[in-house]
């Protein structure tokens, strides 16, 4: 039985839903190399979004159900979101959907992320309390690996907390693990330690891939890929993928990229903050020319970009017929992105978001080489 997705596996479900999606709505990745590659939606479900509370859970739980029978096949969630909450409903609803029939396992790209301290089902009464004594005095998080912001990439919490998201998601394997915002580590300590400790991370992360627990790892940052490279919390994606394949080799498994993009927030596609082969270019040029899956969070900036969205899209989009499908049409059809994650759980608006998967992403050229 499978325990990851495969590419026969999401074959199967694009031919399942074949009439039922747009051309182009599915992406194959790799771009590079031989075979048919996976079939990844270009809309994604986050769940990072609302109280932790049973309600939320269920509203969450049926919003899976439904992008999963309407074509979205990519998950998004971290151990973090919702204090665990966001992973257990989530491996649920799987588990309920694969005894059924309704999906299987090979079929779904399931991601997480870790890095933040997280509780547990609940806040606790005694929040410092709580962390302190789970974290630190148990020996889990040595305090000096711990940022301000309760952040830490200490080889066994990672450890801990990649076995963790696991049980919560009830899975024998991730497709994507992510380092949550590594970017957290430059606020307390010097760059060259932060990349000591990033190649110690991509050390657990190669072996969870020998042990199959994950099947490619990756980073899930919000400042990092889109600050100016004098920023303190700049990541060099050359560098950083330099380090890759000193841990890895060549064949190393960081080939994921999370990032915030959305019209207020374009950094990553104009900025030329990055180098390919000592060319300067954007973030999501780098990923695209390295071949890297890249996932955009935050596409709506949590509901504030409604205001934003600009009246000449209406022309450009006649099917679509509100700011919200609009802004997410926008960022799922800009080159190198791969998936727009989008947090649905009011009724209303998993009804409209699903709407884009029957509509074609916009006719917009795609990156030419490194040379051109």
Same mark, same amino acid.
């Given at each position: ?127 410092? *309390?709580?962390? @302190? ?5 148990? +020996? $889990?998080?040595? &305090?000096?690996? =711990? ?60 072996? *969870?891939?020998? @042990? ?5 790892? +990756? $980073?899930?940052? &919000?400042?990092? =890929? ?60 780098? *990923? ?85």
């Amino acid at each position: 039985m499978a325990t990851m997705a495969t590419e026969e596996g999401t074959a199967r479900y694009e031919g399942r839903l074949a009439g039922r999606i747009a051309a182009g709505h599915l992406r194959r990745w790799p771009r590079i190399g031989s075979g048919e590659g996976f079939r990844i939606s270009s809309l994604g479900i986050g769940t990072s979004q609302g109280a932790a509370t049973d309600d939320v859970d269920a509203a969450y739980s049926r919003a899976l159900r439904a992008a999963l029978e309407a074509g979205v096949n990519v998950v998004d969630t971290a151990i973090s979101y919702r204090h665990m909450r966001s992973e257990r409903l989530i491996g649920r609803t799987l588990t309920g959907m694969f005894a059924d029939g309704g999906v299987a396992r090979d079929e779904v790209w399931v991601m997480s992320k870790g890095g933040y301290l997280p509780f547990d089902g609940d806040l606790p009464p005694n929040p410092s *309390a709580y962390l @302190r004594e789970t974290y630190l005095t148990s +020996g $889990l998080v040595p &305090s000096t690996q =711990l940022s301000e912001r309760m952040h830490c990439l200490d080889p066994s919490f990672l450890t801990d907390q990649l076995a963790r998201s696991l049980d919560n998601l009830g899975l024998e394997t991730l497709d994507v693990y992510f380092i949550h915002n590594p970017e957290e580590q430059l606020r307390d300590n010097p760059r060259a330690e932060f990349m000591l400790r990033l190649a110690k991370t991509f050390y657990v992360c190669e072996r *969870a891939v020998r @042990r199959g627990q994950i099947r490619y790892y +990756g $980073l899930a940052t &919000s400042a990092g =890929l889109r600050v100016e490279r004098s920023d303190r919390l700049y990541l060099d994606l050359d560098e950083i993928l330099r380090i890759a394949t000193s841990v890895g080799g060549a064949d190393h498994h960081l080939r994921v990229l999370q990032l915030p993009v959305n019209s207020v927030m374009n950094e990553a596609l104009v900025r030329v903050n990055q180098t390919f082969e000592e060319r300067p270019c954007t973030a999501i040029e780098a *990923a695209f020319w390295n071949d890297m899956l890249v996932f955009s969070h935050m596409p709506l900036l949590r509901g504030e970009i409604l205001s934003h969205v600009p009246a000449e899209w209406t022309p450009l989009m006649p099917d679509l017929r509100t700011p919200a499908t609009r802004a997410l049409q926008f960022v799922r059809s800009m080159p190198g992105i791969t998936s727009a994650l989008v947090g649905m759980k009011d009724p209303r608006h998993v009804a409209e978001n699903l709407v884009l998967c029957q509509t074609p992403p916009l006719a917009i050229a795609p990156f030419e080489g490194p040379s051109g």
